[in-house]
């Protein structure tokens, strides 16, 4: 009964591996296998014998059963939990005495309504946490639903859970469980499809980080949640996907960080989850994301409803997965911090700028909503930037001498339909400039507030090729300034006193010949 459970020792956590003598000592011995294997001694050999095996060498060590916590029921733990325990009332000797004076007054049945009221608080529960109370199983049959029949929020996470049954022989007792955290307890689940029973069909929200659940499993037990919308796996490595047929059809968010997915590709395996809103894949080991079928300027099958996708701290280094993502039809929120490509550009606000510029449908960039003055500013400079690029890879002013080559189109995939909706760069524009990108012309500028003499003026580094209006847009943050209008100008050593305004919001900044040392001044 003891093999494969969970146990607690002091604070450490283990499942037992092996129940039985170890010779020559006396007496049972339980074999365990630490979650922490620091814990351990060896990896479950002693004195030449293998009594069990470990994933770590010496993640195992013997302990007698005496030592091992086996955990509480479901319900001992509601109420250690919420104050709701009999047996520590008992405890209290007055519990149904009261003095008046010198006379102790006993009250007959205190028993009876102690238990009543007890039951009622146990009744009017909805959202319970019981995570770190050691419980390990359901308890007696019937008794969760007949005490707590209100139940709709459940939190499970860390506890001694060692397998699905356990989970589901507390689910069916909640019959209308909507939310479930079981994260933090490692068990097991089925390894073959189970007949799907009615437990779990409210449930829209379910976590299973840290549960070393596989996705083979994860689809073997979906189809007992029809109603899911959100599910969390993070920490499990998941290395595989496969396609899921025929369930979560209704998933809206998937989060599937801190597995080691590594290859791109393995997304498409996922991509016709018809209601997928949210996928989160953070720090999963991604470099690169494709979208097959779809060329240049067309928009992907997959991912059909996507609109929010979180891409952090992966190895993305190249441009062609923001280009790729421009493909995706729904895709409004993007968080895509701590990739290599990041290093691309020493300047965060011209990064900000050029992946604006690509995806055409972004309104929040890392959690940072895009303003439509920021969209234009930031699409009118991309297609100034690589005008030259585009000249010289065959674009022209005449649409019918206008054939850039697949090369440019493949880095540059948005940049006809920036032409489209700008018109192509002037030559004006693009003389005697060769910005290939946009290291090269950054203006090293002091910022101040003449009018306030408590500000401290700030050294920014700016792009000559930004926008008057995104240059104020970088100053509410940067100054906190609440909502009126900011004036600018500017002086610079050779203009001796003179400010010039600037006061086209349109005009970058090399509009009015700035240049490296110039000083910004900030009104409002």
Same mark, same amino acid.
């Given at each position: ?43 479950? $050999?002693?004195?030449? $014998? ?117 989970? $589901? ?50 689809? #073997? ?78 928009? $992907? ?60 449908? #972004? ?162």
């Amino acid at each position: 009964d003891a093999l494969g459970r969970r146990v607690l020792c002091g604070t450490e956590r283990a499942t037992v591996r092996y129940v039985g003598s170890v010779p020559p000592t006396a007496g049972i011995w339980l074999g365990v296998e630490w979650d922490d294997p620091q814990r351990g001694k060896h990896d479950g $050999t002693y004195e030449g $014998t293998q009594y069990f095996k470990c994933r770590h060498p010496r993640g195992g060590s013997f302990i007698r059963p005496n030592k091992a916590n086996f955990g509480v029921d479901f319900l001992t733990a509601i109420k250690d939990r919420y104050g709701l325990n009999v047996e520590q009332d008992v405890q209290h000797e007055t519990e149904d005495t009261l003095v008046f004076g010198k006379k102790t007054v006993e009250f007959v049945g205190m028993d009876s309504i102690a238990e009543q009221q007890r039951q009622v608080q146990l009744n009017q529960l909805v959202d319970i946490s019981v995570r770190e109370c050691a419980v390990s199983h359901a308890g007696q049959k019937e008794e969760i639903s007949r005490t707590c029949a209100n139940i709709r929020h459940i939190n499970l996470s860390k506890n001694l859970i060692s397998s699905w049954e356990t989970v $589901t022989a507390i689910a069916s007792q909640v019959q209308n469980l909507e939310t479930l955290n079981i994260s933090e307890n490692k068990m097991k689940f089925p390894s073959t499809s189970t007949s799907v029973s009615s437990v779990f069909s409210k449930l829209r929200i379910l976590a299973l980080n840290q549960t070393e659940i596989t996705w083979t499993e994860v689809l #073997l037990c979906a189809p007992g949640w029809p109603a899911l919308e959100e599910l969390y796996l993070t920490s499990n490595n998941i290395t595989v996907l496969e396609r899921p047929d025929n369930v979560l059809q209704t998933l809206k968010l998937l989060d599937l960080s801190d597995n080691q997915l590594l290859d791109g590709n393995q997304l498409h395996l996922i991509a016709h989850l018809p209601r997928l809103e949210q996928l989160i894949l953070r720090n999963t080991g991604i470099s690169s994301i494709h979208f097959p079928d779809a060329g240049f300027g067309c928009k $992907t099958k997959m991912f059909p409803s996507l609109k929010g996708l979180a891409i952090n701290d992966n190895k993305i280094s190249q441009w062609s997965s923001i280009n790729e993502l421009d493909k995706l039809p729904s895709l409004r929120s993007l968080q895509c911090h701590n990739n290599p490509l990041m290093d691309t550009e020493k300047n965060p606000e011209t990064l900000r700028q050029l992946i604006i510029a690509k995806i055409s449908q #972004l309104e929040i960039l890392n959690k940072s909503e895009i303003l439509p003055a920021e969209r234009k500013g930031a699409e009118l400079d991309y297609r100034k930037i690589f005008g030259n690029d585009w000249l010289a890879a065959g674009g022209n002013w005449n649409p019918e001498k206008n054939k850039p080559s697949e090369e440019f189109l493949a880095a540059h995939p948005r940049y006809p339909s920036l032409c489209l909706k700008y018109g192509a760069p002037e030559e004006g524009e693009l003389k005697g400039r060769q910005p290939l990108t946009l290291k090269n012309q950054l203006l090293t500028l002091t910022i101040k507030c003449p009018e306030k003499p408590e500000q401290k003026p700030v050294e920014r580094k700016l792009p000559e090729s930004m926008t008057i209006q995104r240059v104020k847009g970088l100053l509410y943050r940067l100054l906190k300034i609440p909502g009126s209008e900011l004036k600018l100008s500017y002086e610079s050593s050779k203009l001796e006193g003179k400010e010039v305004e600037l006061d086209n919001d349109l005009k970058p900044l090399q509009f009015y010949s700035i240049e490296n040392g110039d000083c910004v001044l900030v009104r409002w």
